[in-house]
C-alpha cells in the first residue's frame, strides 16, 4: 500500500486538495477484495469532518468487510478542462457507522431503498495528476 507522498505517475496531489476533491465528490468506488480478487462497487460517499468518509451500500461483500474489520479503499477521479486526469484513493478498516451522523440526501435516499451506511477513516490518503 502506498504511504502518504508517494504517487504512481504524474505529480502527487497535497492532502488538503485530496480531502477537498473527496469532500466535493458523491459517487466513487469501493475496492476490496472478495474470495481473495479485487472488486470494485458503486459507492455514494460524504465527508465526516476531515477523519473520514461515509458510504452507502447494499452489496454483501461490504457488508461481509465491516463485519470482519477488512481494510477497503476508496477511489475517485475526474478530469481537469486542460484534459489532466486526477485520482485520490483513500483506505482504511471499515466498519458500520453510528445512527446519528449526518448525511448528504443522496444517502438518505440510498438508505431509503435499503442501502447501508459505512464508516471509513482515512488512514491512508494518496493523489496524483496522471499526465
Do not use: K
Amino acid at each position: 500500500m502506498s504511504t502518504w507522498g508517494q504517487t504512481h505517475s504524474g505529480e502527487q496531489l497535497s492532502r488538503e486538495d485530496c480531502l477537498t476533491r473527496l469532500a466535493g465528490a458523491d459517487l466513487a468506488r469501493i475496492i476490496l477484495s472478495v474470495r481473495a480478487l479485487p472488486v470494485a462497487v458503486p459507492t455514494r460517499i460524504s465527508m465526516r469532518a476531515t477523519d473520514g468518509l461515509l458510504l452507502t451500500s447494499s452489496e454483501n461483500s461490504v457488508a461481509v468487510a465491516s463485519r470482519r474489520g477488512d481494510v477497503i479503499s476508496v477511489q475517485i477521479d475526474g478530469l481537469e478542462p486542460g484534459g489532466l486526469i486526477w485520482s485520490v484513493m483513500a483506505s482504511g478498516i471499515v466498519r458500520a457507522a453510528d445512527d446519528d451522523v449526518a448525511v448528504r440526501i443522496s444517502q438518505i435516499d440510498a438508505i431509503n431503498r435499503g442501502e447501508v451506511l459505512y464508516f471509513m477513516p482515512l488512514s491512508v490518503l494518496t493523489g496524483h495528476y496522471s499526465h
